[in-house]
């Protein structure tokens, strides 16, 4: 049985972006192809609530193969997405130690309903089990009205050393 959405989806507003693309890369270090997240519309530490989506589009580089003449967002590119938002909340709202956050684990998925280009994906985390090593988010993937996914994700505080910290170039938008 599906859980009950984390919040009423008609009361989020997807057009009160407060992080686009060039604010999550100064905080994320995915580039290229694994930067999942298209924008944040809201994160806060007070209610342990953080919000984005991505949309999903037919030119992605997973598109043209899985599936040939029906492309699926894979779910393993969805689990990555949520670990991404968590991992944006996590280090902005400073509730984890370390200066990267690196993926830990992940329970309770389930894969309810196809995400397709011409999608958009809309993510919501629910804060858990913080400390400053460990994150735990309980979160859900709707497509319009659509529970898609929903999972539980852990993430572990890291430190990056040296050249580990370098940024790599973004790609241009």
């Not at 958009?120 to 090593?133: E, T, Y």
């Amino acid at each position: 049985m599906a859980p009950p959405a984390i919040l009423d989806l008609s009361t989020l507003d997807l057009t009160q972006v407060i992080a686009g693309k060039d604010r999550i890369r100064s905080i994320l270090p995915q580039r290229f192809e694994m930067e999942q997240l298209d924008a944040i519309v809201h994160s806060s530490k007070d209610d342990g609530l953080v919000i984005g989506y991505k949309d999903i589009s037919a030119e992605e580089f997973w598109a043209k193969g899985h599936m040939p003449g029906m492309p699926i967002f894979p779910g393993v590119l969805l689990c990555e997405t949520a670990a991404q938002l968590c991992s944006f909340h996590a280090m902005t709202e400073t509730i984890i130690g370390g200066d990267f956050i690196a993926f830990g684990g992940m329970e309770n998925v389930r894969f309810r309903a196809m995400v397709r280009p011409g999608d958009r994906l809309v993510l919501i985390g629910k804060a858990g089990k913080i400390n400053r090593r460990q994150m735990n988010y309980s979160v859900q993937g709707f497509v319009g009205t659509t529970l898609v996914f929903h999972g539980d994700i852990i993430g572990m505080a890291v430190n990056r050393t040296g050249h580990e910290k370098a940024p790599a170039e973004s790609p241009a938008n």
